[in-house]
T-cell receptor, first 113, second 114 residues
Framework: GQQVMQIPQYQHVQEGEDFTTYCNSSTTLSNIQWYKQRPGGHPVFLIQ?????EVKKQKRLTFQFGEAKKNSSLHITATQTTDVGTYFCAGRNSGGGADGLTFGKGTHLIIQP | ETGVTQTPRHLVMGMTNKKSLKCEQH?????MYWYKQSAKKPLELMFVYNFKEQTENNSVPSRFSPECPNSSHLFLHLHTLQPEDSALYLC?????????????FGQGTRLTVV
């Protein structure tokens, strides 16, 4: 079945440093979504990428979808303490099958002030 | 508040108990989902319902029994669970089950099986 791998599992950064998490799928995706889960909270949708090579920005966050639609990245510039949490990528297989999203294990972002 | 409400927030149950988790969404969505979130595993999709019909069951043991009486409500009935079933159970909904929609998650039920 479809697998979505995410690295790194944990990332410690100093406040103000940049952060990047990477997502790779074993199959071609129809789209990829990114979610953020604060400690003790629930996943909250951030963005969806659909087109090959697509790049989207939300303030300090930059999302990319690979040309082959099998990988994606999230980059945060100049992290702030409010960025703490776990960032998940989630994808749907373009070959059909499951309607639910397949999630990566997530990257836990820990920020040291 | 995401528009998806789960009750209870916390549940402790014995292995011989029967309990139910409830999810309600006020977003007018057509699709609802149950996910399991364990400490060292990714979010695992358990069940998918679209227009009250179950469209997916990801090889979930029969001790978990979903019920979707209408498009706004989703239940997860639990019986004879095992300690390894302890996890955060998340309900989510989306506008439709096709690819280009975001999922709205409830706050989850933290389940402990003793």
């Amino acid at each position: 079945g479809q697998q979505v791998m995410q690295i790194p599992q944990y990332q410690h950064v100093q406040e103000g440093e940049d952060f990047t998490t990477y997502c790779n799928s074993s199959t071609t995706l129809s789209n990829i979504q990114w979610y953020k889960q604060r400690p003790g909270g629930h996943p909250v949708f951030l963005i969806q990428l659909v087109k090959s090579g697509e790049v989207k920005k939300q303030k300090r966050l930059t999302f990319q979808f690979g040309e082959a639609k099998k990988n994606s990245s999230l980059h945060i510039t100049a992290t702030q303490t409010t960025d703490v949490g776990t960032y998940f990528c989630a994808g749907r297989n373009s070959g059909g099958g499951a309607d639910g999203l397949t999630f990566g294990k997530g990257t836990h972002l820990i920020i040291q002030p | 508040e995401t528009g998806v409400t789960q009750t209870p927030r916390h549940l402790v149950m014995g292995m011989t108990n029967k309990k139910s988790l409830k999810c309600e969404q006020h977003l007018g969505h057509n699709a609802m989902y149950w996910y399991k979130q364990s400490a060292k595993k990714p979010l695992e999709l358990m069940f998918v319902y679209n227009f009250k019909e179950q469209t997916e069951n990801n090889s979930v043991p029969s001790r978990f029994s979903p019920e979707c009486p209408n498009s706004s409500h989703l239940f997860l009935h639990l019986h004879t669970l095992q300690p390894e079933d302890s996890a955060l159970y998340l309900c989510a909904s989306s506008q439709e089950r096709y690819p280009n929609t975001e999922a709205f998650f409830g706050q989850g039920t933290r389940l402990t099986v003793v």
